[in-house]
C-alpha cells in the first residue's frame, strides 16, 4: 500500500511510524515545504520517498498534516488526483471550512475530516513519536459523505493505533476545540507575552519561575506557522471564548479592586471543580 | 533540637521530612487548623506530638507554612513566644507584609523571611514529598536583619535540602512573582472558569481537552486558602500585573478583528522566545 503524506512534522511524522506499524507492505512518501525536514524524515526513515506532484495519483492513502489554510487551499486538486479507490485523510484543529470546501466534490466519498486530539509544543519530523496516538481521542466529522469500505478501513487502523473513535459535526467540534484547544494556545501566548515584556532580567525568571509558570507557558512554544492559520479560520469562535476569558479576567480584577475576597474565595472554590474534569481526562485516555 | 511547624501542609509536610532527614536529634511539633490534618500527619510520622501554645517557649526552631494573612497575624506573638537562640522561618509567598510586620520587633534578629520556589497543586500532609526542595530556589529577604549565627544555621540545612539560596528585597520579591507566579495561577483560574461556564457538557470536555488545556489549568485545582490571602496582600502588583495581561489579550483580539495576521505572527515569533527562557529555568534546577 502507498501513502503520501503531507507535511512531516509531529502529525505527520507520528502518522508515518503508525503506518509503518499498523498497515502491511507499507511504502511511505513525503512531502515538505521544509526541505531540511524533508531530507531528515529520510535519514531517519519516517518515510522511504520524497512525493513528486505525478506520484498523487499513485496513492492509496493521502494523510493531510499541513498547516490548515494550505490544507483548505490543495484539498481539492488532492481529490481530484486520488486515483478511484484512494483515501484522502485530513488532520487539522479546523473541521468546518475543510468540510465546507469539499462538499460538492465528486469525490467527496473519498475524503475523511479528523482531528486527533494529540500533541506536543514541538515540531518537526524529530518530533514524531510512535505513541502520540495511543488512548487519544480521534475525532471524525460527517462521516456519513465518506464511503463506508473506505471509512470502515480508516476506523479499524485509528483503533489498532488505540485511538477512541468520536463523531462530531464539523461546525460544533469549531466551536467545542475554541474553549478547550485554541483559548488555552492564546492564555498561554499572552501569559509569556506579558512576563517577557516585564522581566528583561530573564535571570530573575530564571530563578523565581516554579513549576506553576512552566506549566501555564509551555504552549507559549508552539509554532505560529501551526497556529495563525487555525486563529484565521476559528476567527469567530476564537473571538468569542476570547471575549468570555477577557470578561472573566475583568471581573476578577474588579473583585480584587473592590477587596470582596468572598466573592473570589466563592469563585475559586467553584472552579477548584475543574479537578473533576481534569481527572475524567485522564480517566478517558488511560481506557 | 525541638521543631514546631506552623502548618502541616504541602510545605510544613515537607519541610517535616526535610527536617528529619538533615537535622539531628529532630523533635517535630506540629500544628494545623484542620484538625485531621493534623491527626493524619501524626499518623504518617510526620510530626512526632501536636504542638499546644505552651510548647512554644520550648522550641529552637519554629517553621511558618500556614496562609500569609494567618502567618503577618500571628508572627508578633510567635517572636514573643520564642526563646533567646530559637529561630523563626517563614515560607509565604508574599514577603513585603511579614517583613514589616516585625520590623521594630525586639526580636527581629531571631526571625528568616524565606520563599521557596517549590509547589505542587495539591494540598494537604499526604501531598508532603521528601525532595520537593531539591534543585529549587530558596528566596531570603533582609537576610541582614537577621542574626548571623541563626542565619548561617538555616543556610547550611537549606543547602542540605539541595536549595539554591537568593538572596532578595521583599518589595521587589513580591513585584517579580506577581508575574512569575501569581499571574500564572490567575491566568489558569479564569480559563478553567471560562471553559467550565460554557461548557457545560463535562463529557465533551473530557474527549476534547488534550495535554495542552491540561497543562495550563493545572493550577485552577490550587486552594483558595492559600490563594485569597496572597491576592490580597500583593494586590497592588498583581492589579498591575493582570491589566498589562489584559491589555495583551485586547491586543490580540483587535489583531485578530482586523485580520491581521502578518503581525500575530511577529508577535508569536517573538513570543517563542519563551523557549529559551524555559531551558534556562531547566538547567537551573538541574545545578
Given at each position: 500500500?502507498?501513502?503520501?503524506?503531507l507535511?512531516?512534522?509531529?502529525i505527520?511524522g507520528?502518522?508515518?511510524l503508525?503506518?509503518?506499524?499498523?498497515?502491511?507492505?507499507?511504502?511511505?512518501?513525503?512531502l515538505d515545504q521544509?526541505?531540511?525536514?524533508?531530507?531528515?524524515?529520510?535519514?531517519?526513515?519516517?518515510?522511504?520517498?520524497?512525493?513528486?506532484?505525478?506520484?498523487?495519483?499513485?496513492?492509496?492513502?493521502l494523510?493531510?498534516?499541513i498547516p490548515v489554510d494550505a490544507?483548505?487551499?490543495?484539498?481539492?486538486?488532492?481529490l481530484?488526483?486520488?486515483h478511484?479507490?484512494?483515501?484522502?485523510i485530513?488532520f487539522?484543529?479546523t473541521?468546518?471550512?475543510?468540510?465546507?470546501?469539499?462538499?460538492?466534490?465528486?469525490?467527496?466519498?473519498?475524503?475523511?475530516?479528523?482531528?486527533?486530539?494529540?500533541g506536543?509544543?514541538?515540531s518537526?519530523?524529530?518530533?514524531?513519536?510512535?505513541?502520540?496516538?495511543?488512548?487519544?481521542?480521534?475525532i471524525?466529522?460527517e462521516?456519513?459523505?465518506?464511503?463506508?469500505?473506505?471509512?470502515?478501513?480508516?476506523?479499524n487502523?485509528?483503533?489498532?493505533?488505540?485511538m477512541?473513535?468520536r463523531?462530531?459535526?464539523?461546525v460544533?467540534?469549531d466551536?467545542h476545540?475554541?474553549?478547550?484547544s485554541?483559548?488555552s494556545?492564546?492564555?498561554s501566548f499572552?501569559?509569556?507575552k506579558t512576563?517577557?515584556e516585564?522581566e528583561k532580567?530573564?535571570k530573575?525568571?530564571?530563578e523565581?519561575?516554579?513549576?506553576?509558570?512552566?506549566?501555564?507557558?509551555?504552549?507559549?512554544?508552539?509554532?505560529p506557522?501551526m497556529?495563525?492559520?487555525?486563529?484565521?479560520?476559528?476567527?469567530?469562535n476564537?473571538?468569542?471564548?476570547?471575549?468570555?476569558?477577557?470578561?472573566?479576567?475583568?471581573?476578577?480584577?474588579?473583585?480584587?479592586e473592590a477587596?470582596?475576597?468572598d466573592k473570589?474565595?466563592e469563585?475559586i472554590?467553584?472552579?477548584?471543580g475543574?479537578?473533576?474534569?481534569?481527572e475524567?481526562?485522564?480517566?478517558?485516555?488511560?481506557h
Amino acid at each position: 500500500m502507498k501513502v503520501g503524506i503531507l507535511g512531516i512534522g509531529l502529525i505527520g511524522g507520528s502518522l508515518a511510524l503508525s503506518a509503518r506499524k499498523h498497515i502491511p507492505d507499507v511504502e511511505i512518501y513525503g512531502l515538505d515545504q521544509n526541505e531540511d525536514h524533508l531530507d531528515r524524515s529520510l535519514v531517519i526513515k519516517l518515510i522511504d520517498f520524497k512525493l513528486n506532484d505525478a506520484d498523487l495519483k499513485l496513492m492509496d492513502l493521502l494523510l493531510i498534516a499541513i498547516p490548515v489554510d494550505a490544507a483548505s487551499k490543495q484539498i481539492v486538486s488532492l481529490l481530484d488526483e486520488v486515483h478511484d479507490n484512494g483515501l484522502v485523510i485530513d488532520f487539522g484543529s479546523t473541521k468546518a471550512a475543510i468540510c465546507d470546501r469539499v462538499a460538492l466534490h465528486p469525490k467527496r466519498g473519498q475524503f475523511l475530516a479528523t482531528h486527533p486530539i494529540a500533541g506536543t509544543e514541538f515540531s518537526g519530523p524529530d518530533a514524531a513519536m510512535e505513541n502520540l496516538f495511543l488512548n487519544k481521542t480521534q475525532i471524525l466529522c460527517e462521516t456519513q459523505n465518506t464511503r463506508p469500505d473506505l471509512l470502515e478501513w480508516a476506523e479499524n487502523w485509528f483503533r489498532k493505533m488505540g485511538m477512541q473513535i468520536r463523531p462530531m459535526d464539523p461546525v460544533e467540534h469549531d466551536q467545542h476545540i475554541a474553549y478547550v484547544s485554541h483559548l488555552s494556545h492564546i492564555s498561554s501566548f499572552m501569559l509569556g507575552k506579558t512576563v517577557v515584556e516585564k522581566e528583561k532580567n530573564e535571570k530573575t525568571i530564571f530563578e523565581m519561575a516554579g513549576s506553576g509558570f512552566e506549566s501555564t507557558v509551555r504552549l507559549a512554544k508552539s509554532s505560529p506557522d501551526m497556529w495563525i492559520p487555525i486563529f484565521n479560520q476559528n476567527k469567530d469562535n476564537i473571538l468569542e471564548t476570547l471575549s468570555e476569558y477577557i470578561n472573566n479576567l475583568n471581573q476578577f480584577k474588579n473583585l480584587l479592586e473592590a477587596n470582596d475576597y468572598d466573592k473570589l474565595y466563592e469563585q475559586i472554590g467553584e472552579i477548584n471543580g475543574i479537578r473533576e474534569i481534569l481527572e475524567g481526562i485522564n480517566k478517558t485516555s488511560k481506557h
